[in-house]
């Protein structure tokens, strides 16, 4: 066993109450979005075709990336918010949310536009809890970037080595690494491993 598995089972052993400071996901974290990305895509594709931009090809989340090269970032942005907003009005709340408001310093850092995740915590009754929220359009990079998750903590006052990461997919755990901050799994969430 390498020295990084025995501190990363070392932390996966650490009860989250035992950091300073717990950063949550939103969607199939907190809450599930009630967004068809599909159709996203789809309203995203005819934001570029109508700009003559080819985005053939290109999923949702290489399109930010191609939005920003061609200078339609806002334009993209606006109507993946636009349906992120209308999905967080119709989430479902999570049993992770539950663990909400217990601890010191709570975050959340998401892909999620923060309009969305703001009118999230606002339907589930959690806004109150989370000290610091940033999204996919508060800084200029987006997970797996660790700066998210590094602005959130110093949002929250905290140092990364005291702090955790709770998501559910393989992004999470890679943006939780670069970060260095100690990552949880949240079981079964529907974004995967």
């Given at each position: 066993m390498t020295?990084?598995?025995?501190?990363?089972?070392?932390?996966?052993?650490?009860?989250?109450?035992?950091?300073?400071a717990?950063?949550?996901?939103?969607d199939?974290?907190?809450?599930?979005?009630q967004?068809?990305?599909?159709?996203?895509?789809?309203?995203?594709?005819d934001?570029?075709?109508?700009?003559?931009v080819?985005?053939?090809?290109?999923?949702?989340?290489?399109?930010?990336?191609?939005?920003?090269q061609?200078?339609?970032r806002?334009?993209?942005?606006?109507?993946?918010?636009?349906?992120?907003?209308?999905?967080?009005?119709?989430?479902?709340?999570?049993?992770?949310?539950?663990?909400?408001?217990?601890?010191?310093?709570?975050?959340?850092?998401?892909?999620?536009?923060?309009?969305?995740?703001?009118?999230?915590?606002?339907?589930?009754?959690?806004?109150?809890?989370?000290?610091?929220?940033v999204?996919?359009?508060?800084v200029?990079?987006?997970?797996?970037?660790?700066?998210?998750?590094?602005?959130?903590?110093?949002?929250?006052?905290?140092?990364?080595?005291?702090?955790v990461?709770?998501?559910d997919s393989?992004?999470?755990?890679?943006t939780?690494?670069?970060?260095?901050?100690a990552?949880?799994?949240?079981?079964?969430?529907?974004?995967?491993?």
């Open positions: 020295d990084g598995s025995r501190a990363a089972e070392t932390e996966t052993a650490r009860p989250l109450e035992a950091f300073d717990v950063v949550w996901d939103l199939g974290t907190l809450v599930h979005l967004v068809d990305w599909d159709v996203v895509t789809r309203d995203v594709a934001v570029f075709e109508a700009a003559g080819d985005a053939a090809g290109v999923d949702l989340w290489g399109m930010l990336d191609l939005a920003d061609s200078d339609l806002d334009d993209i942005e606006t109507v993946i918010g636009e349906h992120e907003d209308t999905g967080a009005r119709r989430s479902a709340r999570l049993p992770h949310a539950d663990a909400v408001g217990q601890f010191d310093a709570e975050g959340v850092c998401s892909l999620n536009c923060e309009r969305a995740c703001r009118t999230a915590l606002d339907v589930h009754d959690l806004a109150r809890d989370v000290d610091a929220v999204g996919r359009d508060t200029a990079t987006r997970k797996p970037d660790p700066e998210p998750l590094l602005e959130t903590l110093r949002r929250l006052g905290a140092d990364p080595s005291g702090a990461f709770v998501g393989r992004r999470d755990a890679l939780a690494e670069r970060a260095g901050v990552f949880r799994y949240v079981p079964g969430g529907p974004s995967g491993h």
